[in-house]
T-cell receptor
Framework: GENVEQHPSTLSVQEGDSAVIKCTYS??????FPWYKQELGKGPQLIID?????GEKKDQRIAVTLNKTAKHFSLHITETQPEDSAVYFC????????????FGKGTRLSVIA | NAGVMQNPRHLVRRRGQEARLRCSPM?????VYWYRQLPEEGLKFMVY????????ESGMPKERFSAEFPKEGPSILRIQQVVRGDSAAYFC?????????????FGQGTRLTVV
């Protein structure tokens, strides 16, 4: 089955700097890669996703890149703000209709004002 | 359009009691996933259900745990004879259709504490 590795586990950046979180996956058949943000005491919130037919997707300060050959994908947050502080999870899912999302272990991002 | 609704938000049970966690998917969504999260850890898949069917229960312990998603009403995750190790946050997600590249939206979770 799918295995997702996520790095780093913790990340501290100064406000205004960029943050990058990286994930690798094992199943070459996986074709959907969402990212979730989880604030303390809340459920994961879908913030951006990418499908295997594109290499990059951007939404304001957030971008995700995908390298299918190397089986890794990354989340990029530019101009970080204190409200970006949260735990971020990457996930991957295969093409079969019956496969659930498999998550990385998460990255705790702290944006220091 | 209300999001995924889970209740209760917090549940305290004594060892040996039963815990029932409810999840109402987003309107128009017929696929439900349950995940478990331990403190400082990621989300671990438990079970995937469609209306009246269990599609994948490979992540759910075979004893004491069961799940259903009836034709009418919310999905229920049931834990019988709870033990301290069952203490965790349980999240439900829903999606509108089958297919691996479908967005899944999470509820706010139920935090189960076993005392």
């Amino acid at each position: 089955g799918e295995n997702v590795e996520q790095h780093p586990s913790t990340l501290s950046v100064q406000e205004g700097d960029s943050a990058v979180i990286k994930c690798t996956y094992s199943d070459s058949a996986s074709n959907y890669f969402p990212w979730y943000k989880q604030e303390l005491g809340k459920g994961p919130q879908l913030i951006i996703d990418i499908r295997s037919n594109v290499g990059e997707k951007k939404d304001q300060r957030i971008a995700v890149t995908l390298n299918k050959t190397a089986k890794h994908f990354s989340l990029h947050i530019t101009e970080t703000q204190p409200e970006d502080s949260a735990v971020y999870f990457c996930a991957a899912v295969g093409n079969s209709g019956n496969t659930p999302l498999v998550f990385g272990k998460g990255t705790r991002l702290s944006v220091i004002a | 359009n209300a999001g995924v609704m889970q209740n209760p938000r917090h549940l305290v049970r004594r060892r040996g009691q039963e815990a029932r966690l409810r999840c109402s998917p987003m309107k128009g969504h017929s696929h439900v996933y349950w995940y478990r999260q331990l403190p400082e850890e990621g989300l671990k898949f438990m079970v995937y259900l469609q209306k009246e069917n269990i599609i994948d229960e490979s992540g759910m312990p075979k004893e004491r745990f069961s799940a259903e998603f009836p034709k009418e009403g919310p999905s229920i995750l049931r834990i019988q004879q709870v033990v301290r190790g069952d203490s965790a946050a349980y999240f439900c997600a829903s999606s509108p259709r089958t297919g691996g590249d479908t967005e899944a939206f999470f509820g706010q979770g139920t935090r189960l504490t076993v005392v």
